[in-house]
């Protein structure tokens, strides 16, 4: 059962544009997220996380979204570059948890 | 932030030989330490959770004979993969919470195993 999901695999947006990933999640109980970048063959980096009682967080040209009555959560970039093309993964825990993560999308920036 | 290191980034072993990964919380202590494992193109599954000074709590399907974890200090934990083979291979990462509940959680940067 995947508590998180990524509905989209991939997404390609032009350099300069806004990049938006979208996580969706199914638990109500899930109180801390994160969105990680992913190089192929390398590990994951920690780019920004949220905590439900906020609904916006920003660093740079890094923004996320939390919409708890829609159980929804985006990540911003702005304005997007060629170095961001990654794979971008949500993740989710409750109260300390476990992180359930996403299945990850893909995303090209296109100079 | 607090920072979780962890070591060696990337490792190769012969089949039937066995492969330590360090995680190491190195500005904090970490009571609680989690194992992900990735396989391509899916999600990190969490393998187990150690809490330092007791035994690992592991998930469904992972056979903590095969995939040894030790939370000896609490900035410390270790897991050894035992007789690998090939189907091991995997991308590895640990996260540590200063305690057990705590929201906040810090990333190793990952191992990338591969057994040949």
């Known amino acids: 059962d995947q508590q998180v999901k990524q509905n989209s695999p991939s997404l390609s947006v032009q350099e300069g544009r806004i990049s938006i990933l979208n996580c969706d999640y199914t638990n109500s109980m899930f109180d801390y997220f994160l969105w990680y970048k992913k190089y192929p063959a390398e590990g994951p980096t920690f780019l920004i996380s949220i905590s439900s009682i906020k609904d916006k967080n920003e660093d740079g040209r890094f923004t996320v979204f939390l919409n708890k009555s829609a159980k929804h959560l985006s990540l911003h970039i702005v304005p997007s570059q060629p170095g961001d093309s990654a794979v971008y993964f949500c993740a989710a825990s409750a109260l300390g948890n476990q992180f359930y993560f996403g299945t990850g999308t893909s995303l090209t920036v296109i100079p | 932030g607090a920072v979780v290191s962890q070591h060696p980034s990337r490792v190769i072993c012969k089949s039937g030989t066995s492969v330590k990964i360090e995680c190491r919380s190195l500005d904090f202590q970490a009571t609680t330490m989690f194992w992900y494992r990735q396989f391509p193109k899916q999600s990190l599954m969490l393998m187990a959770t150690s809490n330092e000074g007791s035994k690992a709590t592991y998930e469904q399907g992972v056979e903590k004979d095969k995939f040894l974890i030790n939370h000896a200090s609490l900035t410390l934990s270790t897991l050894t993969v035992t007789s690998a083979h090939p189907e091991d291979s995997s991308f590895y990462i640990c996260?540590?919470?200063?305690?057990?509940?705590?929201?906040?959680?810090?990333f190793g940067q990952g191992t990338r195993l591969t057994v040949v």
């Open positions: 996260s540590a919470r200063y305690w057990t509940g705590d929201t906040e959680a810090f």
